[in-house]
Each structure stands twice: as C-alpha cells, then as structure tokens.
T-cell receptor
Framework: RKEVEQDPGPFNVPEGATVAFNCTYS??????FFWYRQDCRKEPKLLMS???SGNEDGRFTAQLNRASQYISLLIRDSKLSDSATYLC???????????FGTGTRLQVTL | GAGVSQTPSNKVTEKGKYVELRCDPI?????LYWYRQSLGQGPEFLIY????????DSGLPNDRFFAVRPEGSVSTLKIQRTERGDSAVYLC?????????????FGEGSRLTVL
C-alpha cells in the first residue's frame, strides 16, 4: 500500500464549479500535512498547509481527519487557472521527508 | 536569480554511463532535498541534507546513487552505471531550516533520459 494515496483523475469541471479532492495516508504517526500544486512540466509549489481544525485560503479549503487518516481539498468557484495537478503531501513532523501522493489532475473548462 | 537553480535542465545519456546533476539552493537555506519524478507520478524522496551532512538517505534506490553537499550549499547527485529505469525528472528543493513550515522551494528539475 502506498504511503499517500490519491485518485489520479482527471477531474474535468466547468468554470465556477466546486470540486473536492481526497487523499488518504497510511502512517498514523504523520504530523504535518500539505497540498502542493504542480502545473504541467513545472515544479511543485506549496498551495497550503492542512490543520486539524481545517483551514481556508480564499476559494480553497483544506480539512484533516486524523481518525480516518484522510485529507481533503475543496476548491470553490473554479477558475481556468486552477487547472493543474494537486499533490497531497504528508510529513512525520519536520520538514525532513515530505512524502508526496501521485497527484490529482484537475482540468477546468469554459 | 533568487530561486533554486538546477543544471543541466536536460541530459541524455547512454545506458551504463555516469551522470552528475547539480543543485544550487536558495542562499541561506540549510536544508536541501533531492526527489525524482516519473511521468504520472508524484515526486519520490531520495535524500535530505541538513548543512553538509545527509540527514536521511533512505530514498536512494541503490548504491549507484550518491549525493554530496561538501560546503553546505551546492549539492551534486551522482548516478553511476545509468539504467533506462533511471530516466525521470530529478528535482532539487531547499528550505530555510530544520523545523520548517513544510514549504519546499523546488528548482525546475533536471530531466534525465537514459537511452
């Protein structure tokens, strides 16, 4: 079983739609959680950290369920520019070894 | 520039050859990471340096892979006797400190193709 599992997609949604991605992780000792974004043929970039209480950054909301070892990302009012691969990332608690999922590809269309 | 710089951006080599990939991290960043990414996959951890020392090299796939960071800044990833399965994008990232925010700053990668 992979340490971090994601549905690879692609998710094809129209502009303005709300879309949610999920991710599960296997190491119950994991302490830090993140979503990274990767555009085609570009490097990954941090989108947001994920906290137990849930957190929001504009149109993006991240949730963590430690009991179920499950992380989610919700994007509201999708824009064409949101088209990218979203990588779920888990860490043991320091920045020492971030483990990435395979990523979920999102394509937002007109 | 102020970002992580990786060279070469593209490298094509033949099976069995030796390859070196270089990473110049953001100035002042003490932590440096190497990942590799194959098509359709997420980045796969290889090795992490804190300063000059390898703090975690558990991701190196075998003894053909080796990395150094002799002065705590620039790092070189070395691959001996390359195999076709080594073909991937090799990503370097840096971050400011050990207990970071989880934000790794990635370079654009070195795309390695082994023929």
């Amino acid at each position: 079983r992979k340490e971090v599992e994601q549905d690879p997609g692609p998710f094809n949604v129209p502009e303005g739609a709300t879309v949610a991605f999920n991710c599960t992780y296997s190491n119950s000792a994991s302490q830090s959680f993140f979503w990274y974004r990767q555009d085609c043929r570009k490097e990954p970039k941090l989108l947001m950290s994920v906290y137990s209480s849930g957190n929001e950054d504009g149109r993006f909301t991240a949730q963590l369920n430690r009991a179920s070892q499950y992380i989610s990302l919700l994007i509201r009012d999708s824009k064409l520019s949101d088209s990218a691969t979203y990588l779920c990332v888990v860490s043991p608690g320091t920045a020492s070894k971030l483990t990435f999922g395979t990523g979920t590809r999102l394509q937002v269309t007109l | 520039g102020a970002g992580v710089s990786q060279t070469p951006s593209n490298k094509v080599t033949e099976k069995g050859k030796y390859v070196e990939l270089r990473c110049d991290p953001i100035s002042g960043h003490t932590a440096l990471y190497w990942y590799r990414q194959s098509l359709g996959q997420g980045p796969e951890f290889l090795i992490y340096f804190q300063g000059t020392g390898a703090a975690d090299d558990s991701g190196l796939p075998n003894d053909r892979f080796f990395a150094v960071r002799p002065e705590g800044s620039v790092s070189t990833l070395k691959i001996q006797r390359t195999e076709r399965g080594d073909s991937a994008v090799y990503l370097c990232a840096s971050s400011p400190d050990r207990e970071g925010t989880g934000e790794l700053f990635f370079g654009e990668g070195s795309r390695l193709t082994v023929l």
